[in-house]
């Protein structure tokens, strides 16, 4: 679809409104991020509503200051609302998620007359179930309520004081409307184990069967997103979505125009999303729980029934399992070269090439074929139960055993799944899992020219981890994709309409290779890096003093206690940050005795919490100094007087043991390639970007940037990262 003049004007003015509105002034980079995405999105032919033109994406990589929100909702909505498709803007944090939903989309509306709506997709899993919530509430009056036996979804119970005023609690504020259900709207931060007792996933819901299914939080949330113009998701529930084929909870993929915003995060939460673990010990205890179950579940169900004999089959299978999973167990554990040290109760253990020994690979398969059997005669067993909401029918359970045990064996049949995965992972001899190969050799179809088939992906990461505990132990079995390319090319950007990624890190050593390895970009993606308004130079310094000991070697913390209080002496407000946790602690136990309410590390408290603390001891005209590790070198946003150093304490390279990290390794070594500048240095670098990052927020901000770790300087590799940086005046002490 050519851009129309109308189009056009439409987005030319609604950036003059803005900028008139708002009282801001045009940013260059801004304008050329809107021209950009316009232009990709007016190149894209379609027929009848179905893209004709070959697939691609348009990646754009804008630093902090440009005004990435603004710039792609200007340009995408008129485009979108054009070709009646609907603009599906994804992020990787709940933070960002917030600001586009409750500033920039309101922002947008106030100040332009596009004329648009929206609404916030999240998962089941976000929103409070009522019938769960009813359930417990009713078995905490219960002690011993068949009927309800939500024991078997939720583990041990909590037995804290208050929790059913706190159940009571959370029913009284949805009654009154007080509140909307949403976990993230709840006043307080509610524990992950407490949630879990009041929420559901679709093998438990009963979906329009269920009581509360006018009053339903999840499904009042959903009503919006056929209706919406703008659907603000994050990457799990894109990902999620494209799991389950596309369409079942957001807008089919051939009908939308994504905007993933924080896009350097995607590959990692593909892999994420589509690797699988199973622990056998624990594993064998949940087979243990499933079989009280049956014999619970037993007196409901009249004998000869089809749920009878189901009840059965499933204890028959997972006797099965059970037997086999012992033999697994053993083998991992005897014919495994596992290596504890002293200070570790955990070793891991990588199996080369993915390829797992004969031995081991043969139980995989029996594992496979017992597991398979399982999960489809608990899923025999959910239909009989699910039959019997149908009223229009005569049916041979009734209703109220339903009710009480379609989400217990729902919750067993979503486990049983997830462990099927794990072994279906294992015995796969591709190096893409048979789904994703069937869905590449069939669906790319004309579209073969974007990405060839012959591209070959590395074989999946497998491995073992044995931990100990003080009276127990287990194996936990793992695999993983080593690359999201051809998962991501053929679940998504094959199937989009359109794609636009952007974030302030997308290239890696001034390049766009790695994202462009690891994302599965289509050949005909468009690239852009935009340039900066902040005048680097003149903002900030970049300083790598003399140091007489290297990070590698064994003096190097005790040269950072030397060295970090003059490095923050006359600063008010100076972040630190370590790739090491044992070593953040190590220099704060050091330090703190000597300079009292001066350090907070990110581990004193939550992160918010922490953040506050700083800006208020700042606010206060005191000094104050942050420590922290990775998740601070990323997404923490102190402009101004509450951040004016950045200590760079080593170079951000990843920890070598990492399995999935490894094996990648292994397979461009295999292809001739040198895996530490193929992909140690190029990571190095957007990390250190990132970190770097944190200093200059606003056109105001001014600072330094100090960087403890000499190879940066004094390796060949070095100059690459230090090129890599912004043009801030370098002071390199010799």
């Known amino acids: 679809m050519a851009l129309t003049d109308e189009i056009k004007q439409s987005i030319q003015q609604g950036y003059r409104d803005v900028l008139a509105g708002k009282d801001i002034r045009a940013r260059y980079g801004q304008r050329l991020m809107i021209a950009e995405i316009a232009r990709y999105m007016g190149d894209i032919t379609e027929n009848d509503g179905q893209r004709t033109s070959p697939a691609s994406a348009c990646v754009v990589e804008a630093g902090t200051g440009t005004g990435k929100t603004l710039a792609y909702l200007i340009a995408a909505i008129p485009v979108a609302k054009a070709l009646g498709k609907t603009l599906v803007i994804s992020t990787a944090t709940v933070a960002l998620q917030d600001q586009i939903v409750l ?28 019938s769960r919530l009813e359930a417990r509430l009713h078995d905490e009056g219960n002690t011993d309520s068949d009927t309800m036996p939500l024991f078997l979804l939720d583990g041990p119970k909590n037995e804290e004081p208050g929790t059913r005023a706190f159940f009571e609690e959370m029913l009284a ?16 931060q509610i524990p992950d184990d407490v949630w879990r007792q009041v929420t559901t996933d679709h093998r438990q819901c009963t979906n329009r069967h269920c009581s509360y299914f006018d009053s339903c939080a999840f499904f009042d949330a959903r009503k919006d997103l056929d209706d919406a113009d703008i659907v603000v998701a994050n990457h799990d529930l894109v990902l999620a979505d494209l799991a389950l084929g596309g369409g079942a909870i957001l807008p089919e993929p051939e009908n939308a125009l994504y905007i993933f915003d924080e896009a350097h995060h995607l590959p990692d939460k593909a892999l994420n999303h589509f690797a699988a673990s199973l622990p056998l010990n624990a594993t064998r205890q949940w ?54 040290n002293e200070e570790r109760r955990t070793a891991q253990w990588r199996y080369p090439e993915g390829e797992l020994p004969e031995a081991v690979a043969e139980l995989a398969a029996e594992s496979r074929i017992a597991t ?31 009710e009480a045990w379609y989400p217990v064996i729902g919750s067993f ?24 190969e069937a869905e590449a050799n069939s669906e790319t179809g004309d579209e073969s020219e974007a990405r060839p088939k012959t591209q070959k992906s590395p074989p999946p990461a497998r491995w073992s981890v044995r931990q100990r505990w003080d009276h127990a132990e287990d194996i936990t079995l793992y695999s993983s994709p080593v690359l999201a390319d051809n998962l991501l090319y053929s679940r998504l950007w ?7 990624l952007t974030s302030a890190t997308l290239t890696a050593l001034g390049r766009f290779d790695r994202l462009n390895a690891r994302a599965g970009l289509p050949q005909g993606s468009r690239f852009l890096v935009v340039p900066s308004s902040f005048r680097y130079g003149e903002m900030a310094t970049v300083e790598v003093p ?80 942050l420590f922290g590790v990775a998740s601070f ?31 990648l390794a292994e397979w461009v070594t295999q292809r001739g390639g040198n895996p530490f500048m193929e992909i140690t240095v190029p990571d190095a670098s957007i990390k250190l970007v990132q970190a770097v990052g944190r200093l200059l927020r606003t056109e105001q901000d001014t600072g330094r940037v100090t960087i403890l770790d000499r190879r940066i300087i004094a390796r060949r590799y070095g100059q690459l990262l230090l090129d890599a940086l912004p043009p801030f005046r370098r002071i390199i002490e010799h």
């Open 103 to 130: 500033k920039d989309l309101p922002d947008l509306k106030k100040h332009s007359k596009m004329d648009f709506n929206w609404t916030l997709a999240k998962g089941r899993g976000r929103y409070l179930c009522m």
């Open 173 to 188: 504020s949805y009654g009154s409307r007080e509140w909307d259900g949403d976990r993230d709207h709840w006043p307080e």
């Open 287 to 340: 087979l243990k729980q499933l079989s009280q179950a049956l014999v619970k579940m037993q007196p409901y169900l009249a004998a000869g029934t089809q749920a009878a004999k189901s009840l059965d089959r499933i204890s028959s299978a997972s006797r099965e399992v059970d037997l086999v999973l012992n033999r697994v167990y053993e083998e991992a554990e005897q014919n495994t070269g596992w290596e504890f």
């Open 372 to 402: 398979a059997n399982m999960v489809r005669q608990l899923g025999v067993l959910a239909d009989e139960l699910q039959g019997a909401f149908d009223e229009r029918k005569e049916h041979e359970i009734d209703r109220e055993t339903a």
């Open 413 to 436: 049949h979503a486990r049983a799944e997830d462990q099927l995965r794990l072994w279906t992972a294992w015995c796969d001899p591709g190096n893409a899992s048979p789904s994703v």
């Open 494 to 500: 094959s199937r989009a309409y359109g794609a636009v």
């Open 546 to 625: 003399a140091m007489s000991a290297m990070p590698t070697d064994d003096g190097f913390a005790d040269e950072l206690v030397k060295r970090l209080p003059d490095l923050w002496a006359g600063e008010k407000a100076t972040l630190v940050l370590f790739t090491s946790r044992r070593q953040m602690q190590q220099v704060r136990d050091a330090l703190a005795p000597d300079y009292p309410d001066l350090i907070i590390t990110q581990d004193d408290m939550a992160k918010g919490e922490v953040l506050r603390q700083h800006c208020s001891r700042v606010d206060e005209g005191r000094p104050s100094v």
């Open 633 to 663: 070198a990323e997404g923490i946003d102190l402009p101004g007087k509450y951040l004016h150093h950045v200590v760079i304490t080593r170079l951000p390279f990843s920890v070598p043991d990492d399995p999935i990290e490894a094996s």
